[in-house]
């Protein structure tokens, strides 16, 4: 008897390379792992234990003059499931170590600063793990979509956007993009689930429907962003959605050999032990 | 068979009133519930989903145009289990609705600008429960036991954080105040633990050593701030914390009954639902 367990590194099965293709990657699939929904989601609560103690290493590092953070960078379509892998993965860690920011439409001012100029307000202080629920790629996605600006200006924001990206790296910044890709199919029937429930009528915009009816001209533009924004410092992770316990798991793996990555060790103390101890007891 | 629950409103029992004596709250009880640690523990896990569900409701709120927020304010002695509380309690709650932030030492800029602007920067955005892990307190707790300014100036501080907070409610902010109070021999034994153990090396501070020496001056600077600063609008709660149990499940029961005051409803539709779904399902 076998434990259900990877049988293959989900950072080499889910990363993107020069050669994926979008639509070749089976959003019912679940790459790399051998067990089912029961097993999936026991396999990242078993994680919680070691994620914790991860994330506090990295806490700790901060505290103490320590420059390593990590972003994880989250993209997909509406009803992708984002929110849910916020909830169940990044919920699984202290939420004094997390910064979570969701980037909807620009305000006034931040069209006015640059796509850039929030994003940078964004980035978490070091020893955190900063949330992106989508992200500066809004700027290669909606935007060329909606064709909100010429193409030669959204063209000239891969190169910068990789520029960026490597400078947080070189900074210290551990980054992990996961795009979550889910079926037509599936968004009918998450939509429509929003559109049954009084309780989920928040999380509907019409203007979902307006996306949904550019599916085509999304898998364009996300197949071009990954091509061009996948880099050694920054890669790409095109994570299978249409099962949430996958893409939950997947995202909570990744995430856990990042930081086992950073080899994260305790830092020493910066007193003495043992006078402090005799001073604490007054000996 | 009863349940272990509480046999009195933990609001009621733990508010700070004038008449409440600090030397008169033992850290070691556990007002108002007449259970142990694993019935503290299992109650406080039973109101996960509905804590989680208030949560979502304020997000929704705040996503609909809504402006309530809650803000509670963690104060204690060092190691008094402040962030515990906030891994144990907030931790329960989808970290996209959460803004963690800790006060330490001011920076020159934040000393420069007066003490309210970093706490100002730092409130939680409308839907949001945000959470302070010491905060302006420190002001009069700190600034006074260590003479850092003249009491004329500390003593001023009392109203203006009257001011303020009374700006905050009215503004639709719900506030919760607690302060975690431990015996000094609790400290003496969790001090010990981040001596003895390396991994907690990083949580022990020399300083903490000072302000366990000035505790007669800490309890009457305390005292003075809850008799001045305990009002309608914000509300003290002083929280028996040596039982590290007893505080969570406290502080979650306060936050819990906190949300279900806000009468919380989810977000009517600004759509034609039926017309949505003929639209999605293309009818």
Request: include cysteine; aromatic fraction near 8%.
């Amino acid at each position: 008897m076998t434990a259900p367990r990877w049988t293959a590194d989900p950072a080499e099965a889910l990363r993107w390379t020069p050669v994926t293709r979008l639509d070749a990657v089976d959003p019912r699939s679940t790459p790399g792992f051998d067990g089912g929904k029961g097993d999936g989601r026991e396999l990242l609560g078993d994680h919680r234990d070691e994620l914790s103690d991860l994330q506090e290493r990295l806490f700790a590092h901060g505290r103490t003059g320590g420059d390593r953070t990590v972003l994880l960078v989250l993209q997909g379509m509406d009803t992708a499931g984002k929110g849910g892998v916020v909830r169940h993965v990044v919920g699984m860690v202290d939420p004094q170590g997390v910064r979570c920011r969701g980037f909807g439409r620009p305000t006034a001012e931040e069209r006015a600063r640059g796509y850039l100029w929030r994003i940078r307000r964004a980035l978490p202080e070091p020893g955190l793990i900063g949330v992106f629920d989508r992200s500066h790629y809004e700027q290669v996605l909606v935007v060329r979509v909606d064709d909100l600006e010429p193409e030669a200006t959204w063209r000239a924001h891969y190169d910068e956007i990789n520029e960026f990206e490597a400078g947080l790296a070189a900074g210290g910044t551990a980054i992990v993009k996961v795009m979550l890709t889910i079926s037509p199919d599936e968004q009918l029937e998450r939509l429509t689930s929003r559109l049954d429930r009084p309780d989920k009528h928040w999380k509907f915009d019409p203007a979902d429907l307006r996306a949904r009816a550019q599916w085509a001209q999304y898998e364009a533009a996300y197949t071009e962003m990954l091509d061009r924004t996948s880099t050694t410092a920054a890669p790409w992770y095109v994570v299978p959605a249409d099962r949430k316990w996958y893409a939950r798991l997947a995202v909570g793996q990744l995430l856990l050999q990042t930081l086992r990555g950073m080899d994260l060790t305790w830092p020493p103390a910066d007193f003495d032990v043992a006078e402090q101890r005799r001073l604490l007891t007054g000996g």
